[in-house]
């Protein structure tokens, strides 16, 4: 009886297995420069999700929120731009990912006829704003859902205490709605309302949260204390209702 119970339950296991594996799909995206490889968590819903992870693959913390998302009816779509420029994962690579890229990117995304939201995290957010305001140059009507920035790096060198940061050249020149979250536990908490205003100057809505209790890149990180394995776990809710906030700032028909 007992082995007729793990037999069974190992059937469950192995078949929950195969589901999430087909649970993500790779699709391939033509842009005017290359070819870009997205993975696809698809959802019956009418929210898309597309985020830059821009991490060669290993995302593990992003892959199981994208997957929690999207049985919840939220797509996400996750496109790896290193490998598409065959670039390593450093700062100096953002800046060789062309704006049209993503612009293009995010044109696929809204085709869907869903409602998109763009999701980054640190210094990738550089590049969520910068899509942005490329395809924004280019839509009379811009209906992006907004951007979810969490633990924004847009510095464009180390800030100095007492001194008024100097901003990415992107930071204050999109309209579209942000949510902008930091943790409590990093001195960049501190800069936070500097950074919210400095995000607004172009017209977009931003609104500003703490993180109680984690440090930035929080589930990037190898050390990891207990608090911040908490809030990962439970990512794809924070993400959730950042996505509520932002749903206020947009106009509906």
Known sequence: MKRLIFQI??????????????????????????????????AQGDVLLLGFPCDE????????????????????????LLSAYMLPKIKSSLGQIEDTVLATLIDAAMKTGKQVYLVASGTDTQLVLRGAQHWEADVENPALGGAVLLF??????????GIKPEYQDVVGATRLPIMLMEGERTPNRWGLMDMTNALSQ???PVISKIIPMVRGYFFKREDANRSEDVVTSQLAGLIKVSLFYLNQEVPHD
Do not use: C
């Not at 192995?14 to 698809?42: C, D, N, Q, W």
């Open 152 to 161: 924004p790096r847009l510095y464009k060198g180390e800030p100095q205490p």
């Open 57 to 80: 693959g290993k995302s593990n913390a992003e892959e199981k929120t994208a997957q929690s998302l999207a049985n919840d009816g939220i797509e996400v779509w996750m496109p790896d």
């Open 202 to 204: 172009g017209g977009s």
């Open 9 to 42: 339950g190992h059937f469950f296991l192995m078949f929950s297995m195969v589901l999430l594996a087909e649970a993500r799909e790779i699709r391939l995206f033509e842009t005017a420069e290359l070819e870009v490889e997205v993975r696809v968590f698809p």
